[in-house]
C-alpha cells in the first residue's frame, strides 16, 4: 500500500528539536530572534508572514517584522538592510521576493550579512552548498526535501535520483545536496528527451518544475519514492507538478501537495536561524 509522506510528522519533529536548541541557547544568553524584512503590503506576503511568527512561537522564537513602503528606494531598502546586519539581537534575515521593480535583487543579495542569510540569498551560501561546504545555510525548500527523506528513512546511497527542475533555487542546490549522499543523480528539464522514460528509471523522483499535475503514473517506476516540490493553482484548485491520484495507484511513497514538501521548506527557517545563532561568538 502507498505510504503517504506527511510534511506535519516532519514538521513536528524539527519544532521540538529547534525548541530544545532554542532553551540551551538561551541559556547562554542567546535569544534567537528573526527579522521578515517585507516591503508594500501584498496579502499572500502577510499570510506568509503571520505563518511563521506562529511557527517562531511554538519553539519561543521571536520575530521583528520590518515592513517598507511600496515606494521605497534603493538607498533607503538598503540602509534597513544593514540597520539589520548590524544588530546583534538579530541572528536571521529574512527578505521576502519578489521585490518591486525599482529595488535591485542582485544588488540586495550581495548586500545581505551571509551570517544572517536564513533563505541561502545570497551568493556565497549558494557557492557553499556547490563546494561542499555545510558552514553556511542549505535554501529552505531543498533543505524541506532531504528533511522529509531522512525522516521516512529512505536511502540515497547508490539510489537513482531523477530530479524534474533546474533552478537556482531548488533544482540546482538539491542536485549537489544529493550527490553529498551518493546518489546518482539526473537532472532533467523543459528540453530534456524522452521525459518519461528517463523518469521511469528513478528510485526516487522529485518534481520541482512548476507545472501542475504534469507528472501521471506514465513517468514513475512502481514502488519508487515520488516528491513533489511544487506549488501550483489548476482551477482555482492548489495542486503540485504530481497528478496525485494517478501517481498514487504506482508510487511506494509520495508527498501530496498541500501537505508535504511545503509545510516543512517553512520549518527549515527555523533549522537555519538556530544554526545562525550557533555561529554567534
Request: with cysteine; net charge neutral; hydrophobic share 40%.
Amino acid at each position: 500500500m502507498t505510504k503517504r509522506l506527511l510534511g506535519s510528522t516532519v514538521t513536528n519533529e524539527i519544532i521540538l528539536k529547534c525548541r530544545k536548541e532554542c532553551e540551551e541557547l538561551k541559556s547562554k544568553g542567546i535569544k534567537p530572534q528573526l527579522a521578515v524584512l517585507r516591503v508594500g503590503e501584498n496579502k499572500s506576503d502577510i499570510s506568509y508572514e503571520t505563518s511563521i511568527i506562529k511557527l517562531m512561537a511554538k519553539a519561543d522564537i521571536s520575530v521583528k517584522s520590518v515592513v517598507l513602503k511600496e515606494d521605497i528606494s534603493q538607498e533607503d531598502f538598503d540602509n534597513n538592510l544593514k540597520v539589520l546586519n548590524d544588530n546583534d539581537k538579530i541572528h536571521g534575515i529574512l527578505v521576502f521576493r519578489p521585490l518591486p521593480k525599482q529595488l535591485d535583487e542582485d544588488k540586495i543579495k550581495y548586500l545581505i550579512n551571509p551570517n544572517k542569510d536564513i533563505d541561502c540569498f545570497s551568493p556565497i551560501n549558494l557557492a557553499k552548498v556547490f563546494i561542499s561546504d555545510n558552514s553556511g545555510f542549505y535554501p529552505c525548500t531543498p533543505l524541506g526535501v532531504m528533511e522529509i527523506l531522512d525522516h521516512y528513512d529512505i536511502e540515497l546511497e547508490g539510489k537513482e535520483v531523477v530530479l524534474i527542475g533546474r533552478s537556482l533555487v531548488v533544482g540546482k542546490p538539491l542536485s549537489m545536496m544529493l550527490l553529498d549522499r551518493n546518489a546518482t543523480v539526473t537532472i532533467c528539464h523543459s528540453k530534456t528527451k524522452n521525459l518519461k522514460e528517463v523518469c521511469k528509471k528513478a528510485d526516487v523522483l522529485i518534481a520541482a518544475v512548476g507545472r501542475g499535475n504534469m507528472v501521471n503514473k506514465d513517468y514513475i517506476k512502481p514502488g519508487a519514492v515520488v516528491i513533489d516540490v511544487g506549488i501550483n493553482f489548476v482551477d482555482g484548485k492548489m495542486c503540485g507538478d504530481v497528478d496525485f491520484e494517478s501517481a498514487y495507484e504506482t508510487a511506494g511513497r509520495i508527498t501530496p501537495v498541500p501537505g508535504g514538501v511545503g509545510s516543512v521548506t517553512t520549518s527549515c527557517l527555523m533549522v537555519n536561524l538556530i544554526k545562525a545563532c550557533k555561529m554567534v561568538k
